[in-house]
């Protein structure tokens, strides 16, 4: 048993942002129902393609444990069948463009009327107001959630992460929002709209960018290295290179062999607890009596300098090396790891957090499981649907469409190129 086994969900996203929060949901258990346009689908399935022919790597990884159904919304039978989903669906997601589902005729006063019991989740770029009509894509949110002016170095333009907060990090908040409301339609057996904006959830996860903007009015953000380097602050929290986000100074030293692997870097925090121990690694004992070395505050003036002296240690041992020669010593280190790197480790696969998966098209390939672990739910990871691999199986198990009202449905070009045989 499944934590969400018996809840339906009728999958109407596309492209990242929905798909995360959808793939999460099927993860749980919930029977993920994925719409697709008929003869076309989901666009990254055919973005970014390596393997010809074959859905691509960028479809395949969001959408695991699905189902595929081709259903054209536009299309007056369609609309009928998307109804029938409706009401037996727990759960409704998109991610189109403002206007695109209330345009197929399912606001969601409509829906809410066809369903109380359901809820439906929308992923826009921006929340009501000023901006609410754009179309809005990863690196935007990026910029507009204030992650990329406070990311790069302060004599450098802004930079966007590798990291997909703006897509995937909003279908995670956004599945939150689903269980929530699921959990909340326990107790009054209603449904409700979830709505999360792309800017916002970026803005959530750099909140302590907030944090810092408003701790500018009391003085110089004295954990930056910035304030070190004597170089004053402006009325805006300034891009902090690699500096820690917390009040520990941190960060990114070369390691032995930087010459030519450009991920031979070690992320080093210098944590006041273990100064000391710090200090007889990189052979500076007597920084630790130093009174310009010994406690935090007298450091401040002098990161750029203590950092090179680390790093001049950092080099002669590869990130490995320093990592289990800090780890027992509690001096927070962390190996700069490549996706390569991480592709090997044995570990993560025991895990299930990398996973192997088969796919027809495609053959074997690698992905990223399911990173929240549940004892009592455990994932297994299924691999993405073909387009429409599953339309006959939900008009008739799912929606209990038989007989000539199934036929009319499947002539009608609705529902794609359904095989008759298969339909029978
Ligand atoms: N049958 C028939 N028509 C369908 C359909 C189906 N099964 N599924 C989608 N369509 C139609 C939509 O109704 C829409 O038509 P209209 O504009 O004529 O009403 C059309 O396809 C295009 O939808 P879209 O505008 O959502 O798609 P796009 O490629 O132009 O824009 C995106 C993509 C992502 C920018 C936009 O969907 C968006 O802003 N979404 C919200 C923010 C978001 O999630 N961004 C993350 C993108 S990466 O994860």
Not at 14 to 28: D, E, I, N, R, Y
Not at 66 to 77: A, F, H, Q, V
């Amino acid at each position: 048993m499944k934590a969400l086994e018996g809840i339906k969900v009728l999958d109407f996203t596309h492209v990242q942002s929905g798909p995360t929060c959808t793939q999460l949901l099927a993860w749980f258990g919930a029977d993920v129902i994925k719409v697709e346009r008929p003869g076309v689908g989901d666009a990254t399935r055919k973005q970014l393609v390596d393997v010809p022919g074959a859905d691509s790597l960028y479809f395949t990884m969001l959408n695991h444990n699905k189902r595929s159904i081709e259903i054209d919304s536009k299309n007056e039978m369609g609309k009928k069948v998307l109804t029938r989903l409706i009401e037996e669906c727990d759960v409704l997601v998109e991610n189109f463009a403002p206007g695109a589902i209330d345009r197929m005729g399912f606001s969601w006063e409509r829906v809410h009327k066809i369903n109380p019991r359901i809820i439906m989740a929308s992923i826009k770029g921006f929340g009501p107001g000023q901006y609410e009509d754009c179309k809005v894509y990863e690196n935007i949110a990026q910029c507009a959630g204030g992650s990329a002016s406070t990311t790069g170095f302060r004599d450098g333009p802004p930079v966007v992460t590798g990291a997909q907060i703006g897509d995937s990090g909003t279908g995670v908040h956004l599945c939150l929002g689903i269980v929530t409301a699921l959990f909340q339609r326990e107790r009054s057996g209603r449904g409700q709209r979830v709505t999360v904006a792309m800017q916002d959830a970026v803005l959530n996860l750099a909140r302590v960018k907030m944090r810092d903007q408003q701790r500018l009015a009391a003085g110089p953000l004295t954990e930056y290295s910035q304030f070190g380097e004597g170089i004053p602050f402006g009325d805006t929290v300034p891009r902090a290179g690699n500096d820690s986000g917390g009040g520990q100074p941190g960060r990114i030293l070369k390691c032995k062999g930087w010459e030519t692997d450009p991920n031979a870097y070690t992320y080093f925090i210098c944590q006041a607890p273990v100064w000391e121990k710090i200090c007889d690694l990189i052979g500076e004992p007597g920084w630790k009596t130093d009174p310009g070395y010994a406690t935090p505050p007298a450091r401040l003036d002098k990161l750029n300098l203590i950092f090179e002296r680390i790093e001049r240690w950092t080099m002669t041992k590869t990130k490995v090396e320093i990592m289990d020669l800090c780890n027992p010593l509690d001096i927070p280190v962390g190996p700069i790891l490549s996706m390569k790197e991480i592709a090997a480790d044995d570990g993560l696969f025991a895990t299930g957090t990398m996973v192997r998966v088969d796919h027809p098209e495609r053959g074997p390939y690698l992905s990223v499981g399911c990173p929240i672990k549940m004892s009592e739910s455990p994932t297994d990871v299924v691999r993405s649907p073909l387009l429409g691999e599953h339309t006959t199986e939900v008009l008739t198990d799912v929606l209990g469409f038989a007989g000539e009202e199934l036929q009319r449905i499947i002539a009608s070009g609705a529902v794609g190129k359904v095989k008759a045989a298969a339909a029978e």
